[in-house]
């Protein structure tokens, strides 16, 4: 196995008297699928957080592609390499779906306008919206306002994407084209780590599911083992109670 | 939302639809020509016009010059009130509490009366901010407090998941302000910003305090000299209204011009 790109060490995060991560430990490597889930308030987010510093860590460790968030010389060249998508979006709203996927591309890759625009075009016809370019946000459904916050994270050419919860906010009937885009992005050989309860997806696409109770992992490993033989009595329950809602 | 629809209401065609006429403009209009008409055909109001008109020029320039530097004090202030850095918040709210807790009357003639001489003096005459300068300085400094909370205020009404999205691009924190968090806050912040603007037209009236012949000070001095109070003052009291009435109007057309949504 190739070395990993994502270490996590020893990492705890804290706010105030509630502790989110406590000791958690994995590694994940390049081209891989991981699913993380559990019960809310789990500390699921905030540890797929820390992995680009959104939150920044008590202690332990966390390396990207060799550098450590905590020493590294510049967090925004590591964040630059870490697609992010939301629950709610966040898309920018006083910019178009186009503007939205060129700005951090200017700004940060400092691409010019044309080179910008082309990319941003190319990623909005993989995420299957090419005609929305010029639509501002709110004049998006859900799920076409997921899709530009996935291809907005994809023109940056991330070597990781990030999902919190992708799906949970959109009606029932836009979930599957936002999915349909994501298993595209696993066969693709892109590295994911998603936080997400849609079981359909983990069976398809997940190499690896780690279940996490009360900030800690509960029990990692592929999801045809963990769904039908769990070794750990917690993760009976937790899927007892996703499976048969 | 259609296309045609999405131009107007981008504010670039102006026809406004008959039921969104300004009506109180109308009214105003109406009732200040026939002031006008009176006041224009009137020699006694005409000689004070013409008596204060290099005033009225003196409080616009003092208007704008104070309000295109307050704008800056502010957001420099208003960036440093929301940032994490202890030293910057603390120096920035140091300002704003200051300035925003001492009446604006009072800054002017520490301005004119103390700041002023005491530089000339510390600087051997080289910098002398005797006159509009020190007007301009003390209105500045006095409404960038106010303005730094009008700038803070925006900045925190926009939801987090924008700086962290904008973050999570690789942007850094300044690059996140200048290109996602500012311009949807600058939106918001219009009508109090233009509400200040015209606030602070009034308020350059104060600095007739430090001898400045400004439109207030020019129209004093007219009724000193003839004691025609009634018309003095009323010359005064129109022109400021005219010019508050002209900027109001200039404030709701930048607001269409800018609104999102």
Redesign the interface.
């Known amino acids: 196995m190739s070395e990993p790109i994502i270490v996590i060490e020893h990492v705890y995060k804290s706010f105030g008297h509630v502790k989110a991560v406590v000791d958690v430990n994995t590694e994940i490597a390049p081209g891989e699928v991981v699913v993380i889930i559990g019960p809310s308030g789990a500390g699921k987010s905030t540890l797929l957080r820390c992995i680009?510093n959104?939150e920044p860590i008590d202690s332990g460790r966390i390396i990207i592609d060799g550098v450590s968030l905590t020493e590294a010389p510049n967090i925004?060249?590591v964040?630059?390499?870490?697609?992010?998508v939301?629950q709610?979006f966040?898309?920018?709203?006083?910019l178009t779906a186009l503007e939205n996927i060129t700005?951090?591309q200017r700004?940060?890759?400092k691409r010019n306008q044309e080179e910008a625009e082309a990319t941003a075009r190319e990623q909005l016809a993989k995420v299957g919206i090419p005609e929305k370019w010029d639509s501002?946000p709110?004049?998006l459904s859900g799920g076409q306002q997921q899709r530009v916050?996935i291809a907005?994270?994809l023109a940056?050419n991330p070597k990781i994407m990030l999902f919190d919860e992708p799906t949970s906010a959109l009606d029932p009937e836009m979930i599957k084209g936002v999915l349909d885009v994501m298993l595209d992005l696993a066969r693709e050989g892109m590295t994911m780590v998603v936080v997400s309860h849609e079981m359909g997806f983990t069976r398809a696409a997940a190499d690896r599911v780690i279940i996490m109770d009360n900030g800690s992992i509960v029990e990692e490993d592929t999801p045809e083992e963990l769904f039908t033989a769990p070794k750990e009595e917690r993760t009976r329950q937790f899927l007892s109670q996703i499976l048969h809602q | 939302?259609t296309a045609e629809t999405e131009k107007l209401r981008r504010g670039r065609a102006l026809p406004i639809p008959w039921e969104r006429i300004p009506w109180w403009v109308v009214i105003l209009s109406i009732v200040g020509l026939a002031i006008g008409w009176s006041v224009l055909t009137s020699e006694t109001y005409l000689t004070v016009i013409r008596f204060v008109m290099d005033g009225l020029r003196l409080t616009l320039q003092v208007t704008f010059i104070s309000y295109a530097i307050a704008l800056v004090v502010g957001l420099i202030f208003g960036l440093m009130r929301v940032t994490k850095n202890p030293v910057l918040y603390a120096v920035s709210t140091l300002y704003v509490e200051v300035m925003r807790g001492v009446p604006l009357l009072v800054t002017i003639l520490y301005m004119g009366y103390v700041i002023t001489p005491m530089l000339r003096d510390a600087t051997g005459g080289r910098i002398n901010l005797q006159g509009m300068p020190a007007a301009v300085l003390g209105i500045a400094i006095c409404y960038g407090a106010y303005l730094a909370e009008v700038y803070r205020g925006g900045i925190q009404s926009i939801?987090r998941?924008?700086m962290?999205?904008?973050?999570?691009?690789?942007?850094?924190y300044m690059?996140a302000m200048r290109?996602?968090i500012l311009?949807?806050a600058i939106?918001r912040i219009l009508p109090p910003l233009g509400n200040d603007f015209i606030a602070m037209l009034k308020d350059s009236s104060l600095i007739a305090v430090i001898a400045l012949p400004d439109l207030l000070q020019m129209g004093r001095l007219y009724v000193s000299r003839t004691f025609r109070a009634f018309e003095g003052y009323n010359t005064v009291a129109l022109l400021y209204l005219i010019l508050t009435l002209f900027l109001s109007l200039l404030v709701r057309i930048v607001e269409r011009r800018t609104a999102?949504?």
């Open positions: 680009n959104l925004n060249e964040r630059a390499e870490i697609g992010m939301f709610l966040n898309l920018f709203p006083h700005l951090a700004v940060v890759r501002y709110s004049q916050a907005r994270a940056m | 939302m939801e998941g924008q962290e999205a904008a973050r999570s691009l690789g942007m850094s690059q290109y996602v311009p949807q939106r999102i949504e």
